[in-house]
């Protein structure tokens, strides 16, 4: 039989042991990297492509959107090339990204595919940068609806272009 005195440290000893244990890191899903978006991520250089999607409005046709986050304090790139299986990649000019900065191509239209290209399904591309820098993403293309309402559509006479080897 536990005497008062037990009792007392046995309730202490619980609501001590509570917050520490609570503390813990057992590897919850919440200690994990989750993205709750469509677009895909990749961190893999010194410049991070986030949030990367194919928008198309007309079967074939699409714009690539996605933020290029340089991590490098120091140095600028720039995203010189892009080449995808299946698909023509038009940029129509070298696409500039400050160091410690981030772009967003949502707004500039400034990367158009065009090929085998509709929504629900997924494009291979390759982001070549002017600092060697190649980024390889299998990127879902979805609708140009609801939140990609906005998205500036490439245009499709764009003078410069890279096709599929």
């Known amino acids: 039989m536990l005497t008062p005195v037990r009792r007392r ?8 042991l509570v917050p520490v244990l609570g503390g813990c890191n057992f590897g919850y899903q919440t200690d ?12 893999a250089g010194p410049v991070d492509v986030l949030g990367a999607v194919v928008v198309s409005d007309i079967d074939g046709k699409g714009t690539f959107v996605a933020s290029l986050v340089n991590t490098d ?6 995203l010189t090339e892009m080449t995808g299986e299946d698909v023509e990649v ?3 000019e070298p696409i500039d990204v ?6 967003n191509l949502a707004d500039t239209g400034a990367v158009g595919v065009e090929g085998e290209v509709a929504p ?5 591309l390759t ?7 190649e980024t390889e993403v299998n990127v879902p293309v979805v609708d140009k609806a609801e939140e990609f309402d906005e998205v500036e559509m490439a245009n499709p006479s ?8």
């Open 9 to 16: 440290l046995a309730a202490a000893a619980t609501v001590l």
């Open 32 to 43: 994990q990297l989750y993205q709750p978006a469509v677009g895909v991520d990749d961190r």
């Open 73 to 78: 304090l120091e140095d600028d790139d720039t």
């Open 90 to 92: 038009q940029i129509t």
């Open 98 to 103: 400050p160091a410690d900065t981030l772009v």
């Open 120 to 124: 629900g399904g997924f494009v291979r």
């Open 127 to 133: 982001l070549t940068f002017e600092s060697g820098q």
């Open 158 to 165: 764009s003078p410069s272009s890279t096709p599929t080897p």
